[in-house]
């Protein structure tokens, strides 16, 4: 999984047509807006389908780091597969991103998570501070090799 962590003061995504994939999540709700935030424009990779479960805590861990350091407690987790290549499966990438949503409402995190496959609207107003814009990639642990 690949994100960019934009800490901002206002986020507001709304659905506007269908997307190119084949999986189309209900369009609801068709608006996602929220004051300050972390958002997160969140692409699944195919390195990251043999270890979902794996993926999700370990990026839920970093979101929360993350979080944390900026003391937000809203977390938004947006689909946005256009800035990365190879990317995972549809179904996997949604159910990452559900277990990433998941674990982070466990620790207590407002999370919003836009709809997949749909292109949208975006209006975000970014801080700008060191920390206002952050990139990483989180992956799958690799194999162990036994012998």
Same mark, same amino acid.
């Given at each position: 999984?690949?994100?960019?962590?934009?800490?901002?003061?206002?986020?507001?995504?709304?659905?506007?047509?269908?997307?190119?994939?084949?999986?189309?999540?209900?369009?609801?709700? !068709?608006?996602?807006?929220?004051?300050?935030?972390?958002?997160?424009?969140?692409?699944?990779?195919?390195?990251?389908?043999? =270890?979902? !479960?794996?993926?999700? *805590?370990?990026?839920?861990?970093?979101?929360?780091?993350? =979080? /944390?350091?900026?003391?937000?407690?809203?977390?938004?987790?947006?689909?946005? =597969?256009?800035?990365?290549? &190879?990317?995972?499966?549809? @179904?996997?990438?949604?159910?990452?991103?559900?277990?990433?949503?998941?674990?982070? /409402? &466990?620790?207590?995190?407002?999370? *919003?998570?836009?709809?997949?496959?749909?292109?949208?609207?975006?209006?975000? !107003? =970014? !801080?700008?501070? @060191?920390? /206002?814009?952050?990139?990483?990639?989180? &992956?799958? @642990?690799?194999?162990?090799?036994?012998?």
């Amino acid at each position: 999984m690949r994100f960019l962590a934009l800490h901002v003061d206002h986020f507001r995504s709304e659905i506007t047509e269908k997307g190119r994939t084949r999986l189309i999540e209900p369009a609801e709700p !068709k608006v996602s807006e929220t004051g300050e935030a972390l958002v997160l424009l969140v692409s699944v990779e195919k390195g990251d389908e043999p =270890a979902p !479960k794996e993926v999700a *805590v370990k990026a839920a861990g970093e979101i929360s780091t993350l =979080a /944390s350091q900026l003391g937000v407690q809203t977390i938004v987790l947006h689909p946005f =597969a256009h800035l990365f290549a &190879e990317l995972a499966a549809p @179904p996997i990438a949604i159910e990452i991103m559900d277990q990433t949503r998941c674990t982070l /409402s &466990e620790k207590g995190y407002q999370v *919003v998570r836009t709809p997949f496959g749909w292109f949208n609207t975006l209006e975000i !107003k =970014a !801080k700008g501070h @060191p920390l /206002s814009r952050v990139a990483r990639r989180i &992956e799958a @642990p690799e194999e162990t090799a036994w012998g």
